[in-house]
T-cell receptor, first 117, second 110 residues
């Protein structure tokens, strides 16, 4: 099964706690994206990793959000001091390298449903 | 910043009727991708359009990219219950990031 794997699938935590979400991309995919999807809404871009380049963090909503990608593979998204408005589904996607005119399909994981009490 | 809008937000059709969703970008795009998300599922890639005026077909689905590369449409002929889901467009400009539209949620009544 060579799809994008995310864990945990569900996370319920109390307001103020830190959470860590994990994404295991498809082997060989150098591009990795994190998105946030609130109930019934579209996908909000959070962060983009491409190989060993510095990530594009322009979508992170606040300094409570951070992400890293170790060894160009697995990525973790960390949310510190969670707030109720952080409740959403966090989706990870990976693809082959992004181009200038044409791009590769993004392959999405099943997401982590985060609920902040 | 770049904005991508989609209309309609919701569409309810009788099985066998046609369906169209429209995607409009505030800026000219390098390319546009379309995704389908079934209820409870994750987005799945459908197609990418790159050239001005491009038209691509996948069975009952027809995708178009506008001449100005600022708008796109997805048309489904003779909808089936398996077409149920939310259809997203995602616009891309080189050096920037994908911007997803809010999606069009399609319901098909049998």
């Amino acid at each position: 099964g060579a799809g994008v794997s995310q864990s945990p699938s569900n996370k319920v935590t109390e307001k103020g706690k830190d959470v860590e979400l994990r994404c295991d991309p498809i082997s060989g995919h150098t591009a990795l994206y994190w998105y946030r999807q609130s109930l019934g809404q579209g996908l909000e871009f959070l962060i983009y990793f491409q190989g060993n380049s510095a990530p594009d963090k322009s979508g992170l909503p606040s300094d409570r959000f951070s992400a890293e990608r170790t060894g160009g593979s697995v990525s973790t998204l960390t949310i510190q001091r969670t707030q109720q408005e952080d409740s959403a589904v966090y989706l990870c996607a990976s693809s082959l390298a992004r181009g200038s005119v044409s791009n590769q399909p993004q392959h999405f994981g099943d997401g982590t449903r985060l609920s902040i009490l | 910043g770049q904005q991508v809008m989609q209309i309609p937000q919701y569409q309810h059709v009788q099985e066998g009727e046609d369906f169209t969703t429209y995607c409009n970008s505030s800026t000219t795009l390098s390319n546009i991708q379309w995704y389908k998300q079934r209820p409870g599922g994750h987005p799945v890639f459908l197609i990418q359009l790159v050239k001005s005026g491009e038209v691509k077909k996948q069975k009952r689905l027809t995708f178009q990219f506008g001449e100005a590369k600022k708008n796109s449409s997805l048309h489904i002929t003779a909808t089936q219950t398996t077409d149920v889901g939310t259809y997203f467009c995602a616009g891309y400009n080189y050096g920037q990031n994908f911007v997803f539209g809010p999606g069009t949620r399609l319901s098909v009544l049998p």
